[in-house]
């Protein structure tokens, strides 16, 4: 497992909140001489938020599925290629599944 931003907080001698205002795109109360010293120890340490914990605090998944009756079908992985080509530019993973042709279990599972 990698560094935490409480082990980057811990070495910068900062809260956990300065850290994570820090290392964020968006305006803050940070100094700029303590946004620089952050990153630089996150960027010592090869930092990576934690893509769960951030899902979790934000209280969005990033996450779409994607359901499908045939996958065999070469228009439909060409397709589904080309979602996920998009998803990925906006940072959105997919799942993929696929239902069976007959319809009771394709109401049952996928109203």
């Keep these: 497992m990698g560094i935490t931003i409480k082990d980057i907080a811990k070495e910068c001698g900062v809260s956990v909140a300065t850290v994570s205002m ?15 010293k952050v990153r630089e120890i996150a960027k010592k340490h090869n930092y990576r938020p934690n893509n769960a914990a951030v899902s979790l605090a934000n209280k969005k998944s990033r996450l779409i599925g994607i359901v499908f009756n045939d996958l065999r079908n070469t228009h439909i992985s060409s397709l589904f290629m080309a979602i996920n080509g998009v998803l990925e530019k906006k940072r959105i993973f997919s799942g993929m599944s696929h239902y069976r042709r007959r319809s009771d279990y394709r109401y049952r599972y996928y109203p």
């Design 22 to 36: 820090a290392l964020s795109d968006k305006p803050s109360r940070v100094s700029e001489n303590t946004k620089k």
